[in-house]
């Protein structure tokens, strides 16, 4: 969670909805985010576009009518949650969709059933103006913080999936809300509509300009012009009009030639992309050609705007999840096994860490999101498979338990560390509470005695923030009763477990369809939290009990969760209440012993 500059805001005390829209906004697109709290990989729309891919595949035979029913469910859920769906088909088209059972339809029908609700969401982008209008009311209406947050997601993975680059979508938001100059005050709850409408799904000319290699490119001179490429070894023809482009030329030397991509994007990191790919393809026919190595081209690339006529500096740089952060400490006993692990080859555990090191090490070293994400999906394969006939019934039994365990522990100290950062005072107040020895479990008795007086001063240290102070308040009302405990936790198993599956069809679909998902980059960086997650639990019970044997830490990371369900089970059909003398057993219960 990051707090932007307030400089440009005034009265804001009138303004709070627009300010909890510019945080969450902030927070989603933000690399730095808690797995939880990062931007979700698809909405209704998207996740009826995966389904009528998947009948598809299923029609021809490369994929189980079995991978159906878990999307259908899926479905189901996002529709129960979503408030765009029902202002588009009504609340009676709503409920036809979740009364139907899908399970015993036939394939044909099912195609039918999805096709008419496809063509309703996005027949004259519906879904999508239908989120930017909903959106709108939500902030100027004051409506529920939930709504907006819900809305603010479900309009970023639009305008992704659409072709704008969440790199772009960022700066946009930064700027709007904290430091840029346009609007230079922010004093109108209206002003929300100015921010949704600098998105109008316009596509823009560009021109993006490499610097290659000149023995190789200039081979392809006479050969790429109808891909919308042109190799330029003339610089002097370039320079005069862009002074990025003329300062870009005078870093070539004798040995470069300029590489010209013409092409059309809604902003200029996409554009920046789609050039790379033009590229891409051509060098890897060349290299199969060839047989060498593929032609070299420089990170740094200048794109001009050609409407605006303007012209930025990007280099091209790995997008892998950057703000991600590994929590493990490495003292000298984990430098030591570290040592072990990567040297050691006695045993094919051994080997299997080591190499699951090597494949998270590829995909931070590659800048193409098609081969980060398939050598991080690789790391679970080698990792967790021998030879299972039902590979992803294995992964989701192995990595639900690593993903889910200590789920509540971690939102607590995610919680813990934004209060910290936005105002270090309140490090002093957990620390100073007698009950708990980590700083989650003090943090989740202060919040257990909502009337305590280290309550109310957290309450009173966070007023200006209310991102900060809708947290606290939800997870208060969660952590205060078993049955809504046991619902979130439930609700976060199920969602990882579809999205563990997801990824196993996008990781199919790479491979033997040669397709890539729209929404490849939100994957990627889920996907990568997931991966950090697991390899810390892994090395840090390797640490504290000088194995390697990762299928006997899978076991005792699977004992310790299903214990902490089977405990909130029974709190829940007994009705308890989480009080200070529970409430480190039902929230801390998967925790291993320290």
């Known amino acids: 969670m990051i707090q932007g500059n307030l400089g440009k805001w005034k009265n804001i005390s009138k303004l709070e909805p ?63 949650e979503d408030a765009i769906v029902p202002k588009i088909i009504g609340h009676i088209g709503v409920e036809y969709y979740l009364q139907l059972r899908f399970d015993h339809l036939q394939l044909i029908e099912l195609k039918s059933t999805i096709e008419k609700l496809h063509i309703d969401l996005n027949k004259n982008l519906k879904y999508f103006e239908t989120v930017k209008s909903l959106l709108s009311a939500a902030v100027t209406q004051n409506t529920n913080k939930k709504d907006i947050e819900k809305l603010a997601k479900a309009f970023y993975i639009e305008l992704i999936n659409y072709g704008y680059h969440k790199r772009y979508i960022y700066f946009v938001i930064k700027n709007f809300f904290f430091s840029g100059n346009w609007p230079k005050e922010i004093n109108d709850i209206s002003q929300i509509n100015q921010f949704v409408n600098i998105f109008k799904l316009e596509k823009k000319s560009y021109e993006v300009i490499f610097r290659g290699e000149r023995s190789s490119f200039l081979k392809l001179k006479g050969s790429v012009e109808n891909l919308g490429l042109k190799i330029i070894d003339n610089f002097e023809s370039c320079k005069g009009k862009y002074f990025q482009l003329d300062k870009f030329i005078e870093n070539s030397t004798q040995k470069d030639v300029l590489i010209q991509v013409e092409l059309e994007a809604y902003d200029e990191t996409s554009a920046k992309e789609i050039a790379e790919e033009s590229i891409e393809y051509i060098t890897d026919v060349y290299a199969y050609f060839q047989h060498k190595k593929r032609p070299a081209w420089n990170d740094e690339v200048i794109v001009i705007n050609k409407h605006e006529e303007r ?203 040669g397709k890539v998902f729209s929404n490849i980059h939100l994957l990627v960086d889920n996907l990568h939290s997931y991966i950090d997650s697991v390899i810390n639990q892994l090395w840090s019970f390797m640490i504290k009990n000088d194995t390697t044997a990762i299928d006997h830490i899978s076991i005792e990371v699977d004992m310790r969760y299903s214990y902490h369900i089977r405990r909130l089970k029974e709190a829940m059909a007994q009705k308890k209440e989480i009080t200070l003398d529970n409430f480190k057993d039902l929230l801390f219960s998967d925790q291993f012993e320290k």
């Open 311 to 513: 012209a930025i500096h990007l280099f091209v740089k790995d997008e892998i999840n950057e703000g991600h952060e590994n929590k493990i400490i490495f003292n000298e006993k984990s430098q030591q096994l570290l040592h072990k692990i990567m040297t050691s080859y006695k045993s094919t555990k051994d080997y299997k860490f080591k190499r699951g090191l090597e494949l998270h090490g590829m995909a931070m070293n590659t800048r193409y999101i098609e081969n980060q994400f398939l050598n991080l999906w690789s790391i679970f394969e080698t990792m967790f498979l021998n030879n299972e006939k039902d590979k992803i019934l294995k992964l989701c039994n192995v990595l639900i338990p690593f993903i889910c365990k200590e789920y509540i522990s971690k939102i607590l100290f995610d919680l813990y560390s934004n209060l910290v950062d936005y105002n270090p005072d309140i490090k002093v107040i957990v620390e100073n509470c007698k009950l708990g020895s980590s700083v989650e479990e003090k943090l989740a008795a202060i919040i257990i005695q909502e009337n305590s007086s280290a309550y109310r001063r957290i309450e009173e240290e966070i007023i200006h923030y209310p991102l900060l102070q809708n947290r606290l308040k939800w997870i208060k009302s969660n952590i205060t009763s078993s049955e809504k405990l046991y619902e979130l936790v439930e609700r976060y198993r199920q969602k990882i477990e579809w999205h563990i599956k997801r990824m196993y069809r996008a990781r199919n679909f790479m491979l033997h369809e």
């Open 18 to 80: 627009l300010l909890y829209f510019g945080e969450i906004s902030y927070e989603l697109l933000s690399t730095k985010s808690y797995e939880k709290y990062m931007l979700s990989t698809l909405n209704v729309r998207l996740l009826i576009e995966e389904i009528r891919d998947v009948i598809v595949g299923v029609e021809e035979g490369t994929i189980t009518y079995g991978s159906l029913p878990p999307l259908i469910d899926e479905l189901k859920f996002m529709l129960r």
